[in-house]
């Protein structure tokens, strides 16, 4: 037991002394043997932004009419850079304008189409790989109609005239009373374009024309002249119009009346005749076969019907009264002059127009269906102008 304690005691002077002397061996670490990279902070190139990458963004921009199932193919777009101070003016391929963006910028865009509202927005852009989007949604522009009826003789307004107008095939007729102290009617129509306009008043014929709206701000002034007691042999005046855009200031003229001729059929009938009208007015009529309409004329390259159209019409309109279950098909054809589709809309345009006058008349409109053939029926070959004239034709079946 003596000898554990001495040795253990032996063991302890020996470690102070070298303590003390500077032998004990500190274990170093060799750093030489550790791989490591050195730190370094990085540097931004002088053209980059801090904060982003410098990958280009995409702004894309779609303009639809109310809501994104409905999109305008063919809207403008204005892009205005508030950095350059340039103004860049697009039109839309297909409803859709893509953009890419390879610098920091404020743009002021803007869209817009005839007949609609304009859609803005303020974007700030940067290059960050970012998609922005713009889908501008339009409200059909309202225009602005002031409508009055004169007396063709005095030139004295009407107060007690009354007043219908309607548009496309589905749209609502609004039913329009002027004010009692002025004879002067207002009211609002969802775009531009071509109107039925219908009015009458006491001791007035009535008046009935297609007008052509096309400023925000319109006015339609209607003559109408006084009703006389019939004689078998007078030919009772028609009303006239004179519409106008309040900016521009034009002035619409019914032109010179024309002589109406009867339309000539062919003898040579197969088919049983269906006498529906007395000869006199079309001659005799035969179902599924075409009636060419002889009198009826439009403005140029338009579907608005021309005042020396209305005999006529009016008496198609009295046939169709006096057969309550005949169904008509108005066809409207073209040359060839142009483009193809334009022709069609055109012809289909016109036979609308005629038919708003129909229904303008008292005929139900369930009655009637406009076709627009364009050039695809000619008569006679497209080889010269009197052979096109008598390719534009509206032609009337009996179904």
Request: charged fraction near 20%; proline fraction near 7%.
């Amino acid at each position: 037991m003596g000898l554990h304690i001495r040795k253990l005691f032996l063991a302890t002077v020996v470690f102070g002394l070298c303590t003390g002397m500077g032998m004990a061996q500190r274990r170093e670490v060799d750093y030489s043997r550790i791989k490591a990279t050195p730190r370094v902070s990085p540097v931004m190139p002088a053209n980059v932004v801090p904060g982003h990458t410098g990958t280009p963004s995409v702004l894309t921009i779609r303009a639809f009419a109310v809501d994104i199932s409905k999109p305008i193919v063919s809207a403008t777009v204005k892009i205005t850079s508030r950095t350059t101070g340039k103004t860049q003016v697009v039109t839309l391929t297909n409803g859709r304008l893509e953009r890419v963006i390879n610098d920091p910028d404020v743009l002021v865009i803007e869209v817009s189409e005839q007949g609609y509202t304009t859609r803005n927005l303020t974007l700030a852009v940067s290059p960050t790989g970012k998609p922005y989007e713009f889908d501008a949604q339009l409200d059909p522009a309202l225009i602005k109609l002031t409508v009055w009826a004169t007396d063709s003789q005095t030139k004295k307004v009407i107060h007690d005239a009354h007043f219908t107008i309607s548009g496309r095939v589905g749209e609502s007729t609004l039913l329009l009373s002027p004010d009692t102290a002025t004879g002067i009617v207002k009211t609002d129509l969802p775009r531009k374009g071509v109107y039925q306009l219908t009015s009458s008043a006491a001791g007035y014929g009535d008046f009935t024309k297609s007008i052509q709206l096309d400023s925000v701000e319109n006015e339609a002034r209607v003559m109408l002249t006084p009703q006389k007691i019939k004689v078998a042999s007078e030919a009772q005046a028609l009303p006239e119009a004179v519409v106008k855009s309040v900016k521009t200031a034009r002035q619409e003229m019914p032109a010179e009346q024309v002589s109406i001729k009867a339309p000539v059929l062919s003898s040579a009938i197969a088919a049983p005749v269906v006498p529906i009208v007395p000869p006199k007015a079309f001659g005799a009529i035969e179902r599924g076969k075409p009636v060419r309409l002889t009198a009826i004329y439009f403005d140029q390259s338009s579907p608005v019907l021309r005042p020396e159209s209305f005999p006529e019409l009016d008496q198609l309109a009295s046939m169709l009264l006096e057969n309550p279950s005949a169904l008509l098909e108005i066809r409207g054809h073209t040359d060839n002059q142009g483009d193809f589709d334009l022709n069609v809309k055109l012809s289909r345009d016109r036979c609308q127009a005629i038919i708003d006058y129909l229904v303008g008349k008292g005929i139900a409109q369930t009655r009637l269906k406009a076709v627009g053939r364009g050039p695809i029926d000619p008569i006679a070959p497209n080889n010269n102008e009197d052979n096109r004239k008598k390719n534009r034709r509206v032609e009337f079946i009996v179904l």
